[in-house]
């Protein structure tokens, strides 16, 4: 009887593999069609396969009635199409739908059913989900506040390279909230989402370096990141910078600029 279920299930894998095979050329035609801002193609490639139940297609075809690329924007459209698709499993789709409840758009704001959504995705490892669904504990919407379990999922989204994640997490470790205080960790953490040029992350890592949390006291790198951080626009790090620079030598603070600039020139890589 085990054999025999093995033998069936093989054969259903294999015509739905058959069948994938022209659907996922049709996908690929209408993505690359997308991107190339030709969205008649792409819808003419979707539609069929979307209405015959392609959750990919559903997806996709929610994705440009959501931001009205090809068709007029409709948020009850998109809702219905992702919808659809969220119901066959699709993350993507999942995800989207959760934004859109969050946002009450197209459907009533529901932050329970976004948080429920989000859910499904983050389970299936989608790291923006992870990102939203912890944002969701941290603020307590839609769902009872819960510092340890955001902590939990920012370190899913963080490990996945999630720039957002891993600033919110180092801000946890920083101040303790939903973890044990760990400053050294909450530098490694800024450093990550610093070196994807995170201007609050480069912010608060020049705060670590000048009180010498979690790394050794050091002006010049602390003035170092307070200058990449007022390049974005920070004013507070305008501020520090320049309450540092009181404390330094003209070696120092030459050295700190010319720190900067190399920083910058990697795209904050190494630093």
């Given at each position: 009887m085990i054999k025999s279920f093995k033998a069936v299930a093989l054969g259903l894998s294999l015509?739905?593999?058959?069948?994938?095979?022209?659907?996922?050329?049709?996908?690929?035609?209408?993505?690359?069609?997308?991107?190339?801002?030709?969205?008649?193609?792409?819808?003419?490639?979707w539609r069929p396969l979307a209405a015959q139940g392609d959750a990919d297609a559903q997806s996709n075809l929610g994705v440009m009635y959501a931001k009205g690329d090809g068709v007029t924007q409709d948020y009850k459209e998109a809702v219905r199409l992702y919808g659809l698709a969220a119901a066959q499993?699709?993350?993507?789709?999942?995800?989207?739908?959760?934004?859109?409840?969050?946002?009450?758009?197209?459907?009533?704001q529901d932050n329970k059913e976004a948080v429920r959504l989000y859910g499904l995705a983050a389970a299936q490892g989608r790291a923006d989900a992870q990102y939203n669904l912890a944002l969701m504990y941290d603020q307590g919407k839609g769902v009872t506040q819960d510092y340890k379990e955001a902590a939990r999922l920012y370190g899913l989204a963080a490990a996945q390279g999630d720039g957002k994640a891993q600033y919110n997490l180092g801000f946890m470790y920083q101040t303790g909230r939903g973890v044990t205080q760990d400053y050294k960790e909450a530098v490694r953490l800024y450093g990550l989402a610093a070196a994807q040029g995170r201007a609050d992350a480069q912010y608060n890592l020049a705060l670590m370096y000048g009180n010498g949390q979690g790394v050794i006291q050091d002006n010049v790198y602390a003035h170092m990141w307070w200058n990449i951080a007022a390049s974005s626009g920070i004013a507070s790090a305008v501020k520090n910078r320049d309450i540092v620079a009181e404390k330094m030598t003209a070696a120092d603070i030459s050295k700190a600029q010319e720190l900067a600039r190399e920083c910058v020139k990697k795209n904050y890589r190494g630093c």
């Open positions: 015509l739905f593999a058959n069948v994938s095979v022209c659907s996922a050329q049709d996908l690929q035609k209408g993505l690359e069609a997308a991107q190339k801002g030709d969205y008649a193609t792409a819808l003419r490639e499993g699709n993350e993507r789709a999942q995800y989207n739908l959760g934004v859109m409840y969050q946002k009450g758009q197209g459907v009533t």
